[in-house]
């Protein structure tokens, strides 16, 4: 135990908007597999981040659920770390709100994330949550005192608001908290949609060829590698100019841990028929022990249960911790429970 407070904390989350993709995992789950034996690790779902836009309730919680049999089935250890569902932890949105009254009004509105999303909400309602996302995300990192935060060049903006949200609180009440570092991914992991290969592979994508689901059959991940759109040359070369062959030379290392040099290599003059064949087998080779964990784990409700239980009261108890001395700090009168 002693030990585990030396190792770094590391903390992070993916939000239950859908299924989870081979982008999420490998552009965010495997190095969050990775990570695990070396740090005190922190791995949540994000339901309170997933509400900034319309949800069915009853699908959100049904996400939420898969969500985390995703994370175990992808390799994250209960009993390496700690994993929770965040609205079921009291202290973040309690923390939100003191870290926004912080946070400049102008800096969230100039959020690239915020930008997008508010615009795509075109002709509809835009919730104000929209806007203090980052706090709220701010709050998820600053409550568990996290070192490291594995993150997509996305999220990038957030973390560095955080940073600020945390020098700031530090300065005006005391020094408190840790001031986070992102630990965003190198070039090889951003996984692009087999349909368009110059747009991301996401959750959202209309076209049902474009994104392989990790609960994807093996013939459904067959058929789509088949049908995915490359350029009419016949070289097996990473290029700009062949972002589809790209992409698949890209997913190609992602599951197989060989260099894309290497991979070039190896399927010289192999033509785009067959590369695209053998792309699938070993993306196949890899989806589906995770897929066949994930079916076993969703019939076992009560594992899944306890899991996050221990997950929450862990997180809790952290949490509880740190909050205390918030309130000590910012001058609310003391909660007996904290
Ligand atoms: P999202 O699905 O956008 O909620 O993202 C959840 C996590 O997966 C984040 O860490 C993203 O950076 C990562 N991610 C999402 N889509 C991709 C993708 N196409 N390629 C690589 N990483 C992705
Ligand atoms: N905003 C992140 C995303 O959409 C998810 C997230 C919420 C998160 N809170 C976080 C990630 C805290 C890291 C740390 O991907």
């Known amino acids: 135990m002693g030990e585990k407070k030396q190792k770094p904390i590391v903390l992070t989350g993916m939000q239950p908007t859908s299924a989870i993709h081979l982008g999420n995992y490998l552009g965010a789950l495997k190095n969050w597999v990775a990570i695990q034996g070396e740090a005190d690790c922190l791995f949540f779902v994000s339901d309170m981040h997933a509400i900034t836009v319309p949800q069915d309730p009853n699908q959100l919680r049904k996400n939420s659920i898969d969500c985390t049999a995703a994370y175990l089935a992808c390799g994250l250890d209960p009993g390496n770390s700690h994993i929770f569902i965040q609205s079921q932890i009291i202290g973040h949105a309690e923390l939100a709100w003191i870290l926004g009254c912080l946070a400049p ?82 070039g090889c992991a951003r996984v692009m949609s087999l349909q368009n290969p110059t747009a991301k592979m996401s959750k959202s994508d209309p076209n049902s060829l474009a994104t ?7 013939d459904q991940i067959m058929k789509k590698f088949r049908s995915a759109v490359t350029d009419s040359g016949a070289e097996i070369r990473a290029s700009d100019e062949k972002p589809g062959i790209q992409n698949l030379l890209n997913i190609l290392s992602g599951v197989c841990g060989k260099s894309i040099p290497e991979l070039e290599a190896n ?29 076993t784990l969703k019939k076992d409700s009560q594992y899944l249960w306890d899991v996050l239980e221990n997950g929450r009261m862990e997180a809790q108890a952290r949490a509880n911790a740190l909050m205390a001395k918030v309130y000590g700090r910012i001058g609310f009168v003391r909660r007996a429970d904290l």
């Open 105 to 186: 009004l102008g800096q969230l509105e100039r959020m690239t994330q915020f930008k997008d999303k508010a615009s795509r909400q075109t002709g509809e309602f835009v919730g104000a949550g929209l806007l203090y996302y980052p706090a709220l995300m701010a709050a998820d990192i600053l409550l568990y005192n996290a070192h490291l935060v594995p993150v997509g060049e996305d999220q990038r903006q957030h973390l560095e608001l955080t940073r600020d949200l945390a020098e700031k609180f530090n300065g005006i009440y005391g020094p408190l908290f840790n001031v986070p570092e992102p630990l965003i991914r190198g």
């Open 212 to 218: 392989v689901f990790l609960s994807d059959t093996d």
């Open 267 to 295: 399927y010289a003059g192999v033509g785009y028929g067959k590369f695209k064949t053998t792309v699938a087998e070993a993306v196949i080779g890899c989806v589906r022990p995770i897929r066949e964990r994930m079916e």
